[in-house]
């Protein structure tokens, strides 16, 4: 590697420092009036970005303190990746990774930035065909990929403008599917019936294995109140159009 490419290399790593923490210190040969225009035309297009996914995260966080997420992301992440989805997801989890006091104060910070995440995610992935299996006739068998969530605060119901008043703790689980029209259903149900469709979700399973499943979760229930979940379950299912 020659001098000037060694040259460039530094003046370039100069110039994106500069651009994550603006300083008084004047690189050669750049104008400090195009290097701000450079900082906060990106600045400005990344939180854009970062806004647009976590309306609500913003609403209930003090502007103050969402403006210093923002500005500390920009500054310190190492983003390998220029897409929109995956700036929201490395915004998250750099949030996630922080040891930063305002994790303290809102516990509930990350359920709701991976659920308005999770939302972006639905809203834009592409849905894979089921295979078609052969399956017997007592199996269960999901139509569709779904996902299991399990939060602490009802970050599902939440929405933007909410006052902080109104957060409390309120453990609970969530169904989340996109169907062939494209559309996202997002639905409350209990903590035994989430268990029996995250192991629905791997493979189709025979009434009898899951069963076993509620007798190894709940064994001081009886085989008529086993039946009464899995038949809960099954109504349910139907009624999501889920159960294939």
């Known amino acids: 590697m020659n001098s000037y490419d060694l ?25 400090q009036q195009r290097l701000q225009i450079y900082h906060e035309l990106i600045y400005n297009n990344i939180c854009s970005f970062i806004d647009v996914v976590y309306p ?3 609403s209930l966080l003090p502007e103050s303190l969402w403006q210093e997420l923002c500005q500390d992301f920009f500054q310190n992440a190492q983003c390998d990746s220029p897409f929109y989805n995956d700036i929201s ?23 709701l930035l991976q659920f308005e995440w999770l939302e972006l995610y639905l809203d834009t992935m592409e849905l894979e065909e089921r ?10 068998y999901l139509n569709a990929t779904v996902w299991i969530l399990i939060y602490q605060y009802p970050v599902y119901q939440w929405y933007e403008g909410m006052s902080i008043a109104q957060i409390k703790i309120e453990p ?10 494209d559309q996202i259903f997002i639905k ?11 192991q629905l979700n791997t493979q189709p399973l025979s009434t009898d294995t ?9 064994p001081m229930y009886s085989s008529k109140e086993y039946m009464n979940i899995l038949d809960d379950l099954e109504s349910k299912l139907k009624g999501f159009q889920l159960l294939g």
């Open 131 to 140: 295979k078609t299996i052969h399956r017997q006739l007592d199996e269960w």
């Open 210 to 218: 899951l069963q076993a499943i509620l007798l190894s979760q709940l």
């Open 89 to 111: 997801l490395q915004f998250k989890e750099y949030i996630a990774k922080s040891d930063k006091k305002y994790l303290e104060n809102s516990p509930w910070l990350m359920e």
């Open 56 to 58: 609500i995260t913003r």
């Open 188 to 198: 409350s149900i209990s903590p035994i019936h989430a268990l029996l469709i995250e």
């Open 172 to 181: 609970n689980a969530i169904l989340a599917w996109r169907d062939e029209s």
């Open 7 to 31: 040259s460039f290399q530094k003046t370039q790593t100069e110039f994106c420092q500069w651009i994550r923490s603006p300083t008084d210190i004047q690189l050669n040969e750049c104008q």
